[in-house]
């Protein structure tokens, strides 16, 4: 199949890839050109060329604001894909704008799917993904054969905007788990008690998660090289209170994780992995 | 002086009318045309659009919601192609979005001053109200006289955008002052002691304040009618986190603040006082 690629990050470039690995003949275009490299793909001029061209398009950007420009900007995949064709977000993005480029592409009866992953960059390069959807189930079982080549565990939330609330909720447990073993190293090390003995026990009792795991040994090895950029969760993180602000949800801890996170930017950390955090608490 | 006054609620129609009182000519324009006619039976004149009330007037005023609707009042204004004119929005909105309401206006050759208010309905009827003023000293110099019908408190804090940025100073201390007062009483409650007694003895110490002595009476007579309406407090602070976030600023006290308005607002007291927040801590603690 001809599939069309937007977003050759760190996330959107392994993905790609494991979609031409399956057989598929791929179509790109880029800001910047030169990130396409020896990536093997056509590379078009404008996200509405690229549209013309595929019968499913992936894009994997940052913001709101991006996913809008290119499906419905100047040049836009709006003005270059077929009735029929479908768009696939993998973004992380507000719910609400995920809403609404799905009923502005309606209008020309083009699909979408929100989609929006989880499992981080090593995910993406093995091909392990969490995808969350939101949209038609018709639409899904279109595009299912190319997620598999992207995922193992794929959701149908809901219709679109439910996958991005999904990701929202992921997004709040897992900077939440982050800050909780943050603080519980931090009280380790200020109780004068090594951390990594303090991890590697809790990681057998009912406090073992992923983030534990991932996080915790980074924290551990005090190795603070992304990972994943902070900067990232803390935009992620004005998505999540924007959303429990328009729904009217009580969200203490998040709110408090945010501010943590705020400082963690204010110093400069903003490039630098999410366990980052704990310096916060340390305050160097 | 010759006056355009666009938004006629709670607060915007006795500030128009203290203009009037004042003896200042004054252009009215509302949305809801019945919004406008007390302001005409007090001697007002009525214009049909934004742009009409700025027409022929040096200072123009407004006093709506929320940052979109003064972008669009301001929008209008500037179309009265009037280079000279000074517009002051009195409403409270983003910083950010102000400072680009001014860049805006200067293309069109209009002074624009952001200058929201404290004090609340009673301070407006009163003219009484605290008046932080951000923008140029020749802006802040022609709209003085008017401020000076409206309020008492009146200073000018700084460039554009000043202004609001001192309201969203004011939300955090009254916002974490509701809360602070509602803390107390709830803690004075479940331990078995009159609040009322706690009142009156903190107001005379450190932990006196014009909120304790106010809205804590409210608080002791469970007058929760507004004042000033709790989804306006939450409006109010979620400038304030949104703020913090684009600056990377850390305000742990704000951002607890704000989801106990916000879970106020999703609970259904949105229209009540933000002095209600007491009840949304009673029910917490099962004290309801």
Redesign the interface.
């Known amino acids: 199949m001809k599939v069309g690629f937007i977003g050759l990050g760190a996330m959107g470039r392994p993905m790609a890839l494991h979609l031409h690995k399956a057989g598929h003949e791929l179509f790109v275009w880029a800001r910047r050109p030169a990130v396409v490299g020896d990536l093997p793909a056509t590379v078009c001029a404008t996200p509405a060329e690229l549209g013309q061209q595929c019968a499913v398009v992936f894009t994997v950007v940052t913001s709101s604001a991006d996913v809008e420009n290119i499906a419905l900007g100047k040049d836009g995949l709006i003005d270059g894909m077929a009735p029929g064709s479908v768009l696939v977000d993998c973004s992380t993005i507000a719910p609400e704008t995920a809403r609404l480029i799905a009923a502005k592409l309606a209008e020309k009866n083009i699909a979408m799917l929100d989609a929006p992953v989880s499992g981080g960059v090593q995910g993406a390069i093995d091909g392990t993904l969490a995808i969350m959807a939101g949209g038609l189930p018709e639409t899904i079982e279109m595009v299912r054969p190319l997620l598999e080549c992207l995922g193992q565990r794929i959701v149908h939330i809901g219709p679109n905007g439910a996958g991005q609330v999904a990701k929202a909720c992921n997004q709040m447990i897992m900077v939440a788990a982050i800050q909780a073993a943050a603080e519980a190293m931090r009280l380790a090390a200020a109780s004068g008690v090594d951390c990594a003995k303090v991890r590697q026990a809790l990681a057998g009792g009912s406090a073992a998660s992923r983030v534990l795991d991932v996080m915790g040994e980074r924290m551990v090895q005090r190795n603070f090289s992304a990972g994943i950029e902070a900067r990232l969760h803390?935009k992620d993180?004005?998505l999540v209170?924007e959303a429990?602000?328009k729904?009217?949800?009580?969200?203490?801890l998040t709110?408090?994780v945010?501010?943590?996170l705020?400082?963690l930017?204010?110093q400069g950390m903003?490039r630098a992995d999410t366990s980052s955090l704990l310096r916060v608490l340390e305050g160097k | 002086m010759k006056i355009g006054f666009i938004g006629l609620g709670i607060m915007g129609r006795p500030m128009a009318l203290n203009l009037l009182k004042g003896g200042h000519s004054v252009t009215v324009w509302a949305r809801r045309a019945e919004s406008m006619q007390p302001l005409l039976d007090a001697g007002a004149s009525g214009a049909a659009n934004p742009t009409q009330a700025a027409q022929g007037n040096e200072l123009v005023i407004s006093m709506v919601a929320d940052s979109p609707d003064v972008a669009e009042i301001m929008r209008g204004v500037a179309a009265a192609g009037q280079p000279g004119l000074v517009a002051v929005d009195m409403s409270t909105i983003a910083p950010a979005a102000a400072r680009q309401i001014g860049v805006d206006l200067a293309a069109a050759g209009v002074d624009f001053m952001d200058a929201p208010v404290s004090g609340g309905e009673v301070g407006a009827i009163a003219g009484t109200l605290s008046i932080m003023a951000g923008g140029s000293d020749a802006a802040f110099a022609v709209a003085k006289p008017a401020f000076e019908c409206m309020g008492k408190n009146i200073v000018h804090v700084g460039a554009s955008g000043a202004g609001q940025v001192t309201k969203a100073a004011n939300q955090i201390v009254t916002g974490m002052g509701v809360l602070a007062v509602a803390e107390a009483f709830a803690f004075a409650a479940k331990n078995g002691v009159d609040r009322s007694k706690v009142r009156e003895a903190l107001l005379g110490g450190f932990a006196y304040s014009k909120i304790l002595e106010n809205h804590g009476q409210r608080m002791l007579d469970r007058n929760f009618k507004p004042g000033f309406k709790s989804w306006m407090h939450e409006k109010d602070l979620n400038i304030v986190m949104q703020t913090a976030h684009e600056l990377g600023l850390c305000l742990p006290g704000s951002a607890a603040t704000a989801q106990m308005f916000n879970a106020m607002v999703g609970s259904g007291m949105g229209e009540e006082d933000s002095i209600a927040v007491l009840k949304l801590l009673e029910n917490l603690s099962g004290q309801a």
């Open positions: 803390h993180y004005g209170l429990a602000r729904s009217g949800a009580f969200m203490p709110a408090t945010a501010q943590q705020n400082a930017m204010a903003g």
